[in-house]
């Protein structure tokens, strides 16, 4: 079983459209949570954190559930600037070693 | 300008033939790593370091070597490269090298490379 695990897509979805992204973690000691974004042939960048709370950013919704162990990303009226790859990205600590782990990203296109 | 780069962007290379790929961030940032990006495997991390003259294996470091002897830069060294490292790699760098791994990453844009 991969450690971060997202549904690969593609997802298509009509501009104006809300879209919601899972993913799921299999190492319940993992401390941080991300979502990144990253376009074809580019680097990736961060989107937002995600707090246990949840939080939102505009139009992105992040969610954590720790005690399912997966986190969730929610974009609501999709704009055609959201087609991009989006990556779950989850941070864990074992004695002095960091590390971070990618799941393989979920592919977006909006379309017009 | 804020920024992490790496050279070269491109790279066509033979089997056996070492090769260093250069990464510099300006962030004065302590925590820098290096991935590799795959097809249906997302990004996996080969090296990683906490600070200068500190480094650690990530989850695929067969094959690379890496050295910290400034904080600013943090290459990546194939000795002798073979055709399954063939890959999108990318430098990455955040402020603390104790929290490194779960503040913002910086990344590089990216290093194409081909083995053959």
């Known amino acids: 079983r991969k450690e971060v695990e997202q549904d690969p897509g593609p997802f298509n979805v009509p501009e104006g459209a809300t879209v919601a992204f899972n993913c799921t973690y299999s190492n319940s000691a993992s401390q941080s949570f991300f979502w990144y974004r990253q376009d074809c042939r580019k680097e990736p960048k961060l989107l937002m954190s995600v707090y246990s709370s949840g939080n939102e950013d505009g139009r992105f919704t992040a969610q954590l559930n720790r005690a399912s162990q997966y986190i969730s990303l929610l974009i609501r009226d999709s704009k055609l600037s959201d087609s991009a790859t989006y990556l779950c990205v989850v941070a864990s600590s074992s004695g002095s070693a960091r590390q971070l782990t990618f799941g393989s990203g979920t592919q977006l296109t909006v379309l017009p | 300008e804020a920024q992490v780069t790496q050279n070269p962007r491109y790279l066509i290379t033979v089997t056996g033939k070492k090769l260093t790929v250069t990464c510099s961030q300006n962030?004065?940032?302590?925590?820098m790593s290096w991935y590799r990006q795959d097809p249906g495997l997302g990004l996996r991390q080969i090296y990683y370091s906490m600070n200068v003259e500190v480094t650690d294996k990530g989850d695929v470091p067969e094959g690379y070597k890496v050295s910290r002897k400034e904080k600013r830069n943090f290459p990546l060294i194939l000795e002798s490269p073979s055709p399954n490292q063939t890959s999108l790699y990318f430098c990455a760098s955040s402020l603390s090298g104790v929290r490194g791994a779960g503040e913002t990453q910086y990344f590089g844009p990216g290093t194409r490379l081909l083995v053959l």
């Open positions: 962030m004065n940032h302590e925590y």
